[in-house]
């Protein structure tokens, strides 16, 4: 195309530098000749220069879709080699729990757990380790509640119901998002009438709703580091 543009403009010069100098031989019909194909050389140039320019502004939103498909390419890579990382060891029990009627959550949980009822999952009757999933609406307020309001509530809960709440330690409060979902992620330890009790909760966020799951075990039981791991296998999207 260049090269094109470059052949008509040289005619346009000699053509120019022609007729300059043998306008005096030549006749008038000769003239408007020469005239006519420089405006119709100099059309074809101003038509290929707008040409040039759509083309590279069709280049530059080309450029900017790979763009866009590239980042989006290396989210996916990355969701996908979060989810291989997060994937645990052994056969424990994937639960699929259902928080809207479009949306559902779904946990793979440490191997031993089995469902006991009312969203409760437990080991066996000696170890007192327990995970809830669970779903209830929240109205528009949402996850919107602080740190320090959460840690109130918890302690008044258990004092009303006559437990003494000793040590209590919030380390964790950590707000987030899967697939688009408001997320909160939480760690906590306290003693409750002489039992000191770890507990992870992850809470989300679709639409009024929210699920809430609740890793609960004594220190000295060693499940913390597979509860960890559970939450890592957490997924939310389209049922």
Known sequence: MFKKVLVIVCAMSVMVMTGCGMLGGVSQKDYEMATADRDMYMNDYLELTEASYELEDEIA???S????LEADILALEEE???AEAGAMEGNGEVV???ITDDVAVKVQLPEGFSYSGDGMYVVDSSDPSNITVRSALTGDEGLSFTQDYL?????SAYENMGYVVEDFEFPTFERGEVNGYETLFM???YNLNGLNLQQIEFIIQVEDTTCTIVYTTGESLGWYDQFLQSVDTIQVGKK
């Open 61 to 63: 939103d080309l450029e």
């Open 65 to 68: 879709e790979i763009a866009t």
């Open 80 to 82: 996908i080699a979060a």
């Open 151 to 155: 840690q109130d509530s918890i302690v």
């Open 96 to 98: 699929i729990h259902e």
């Open 187 to 189: 760690e906590m330890s």
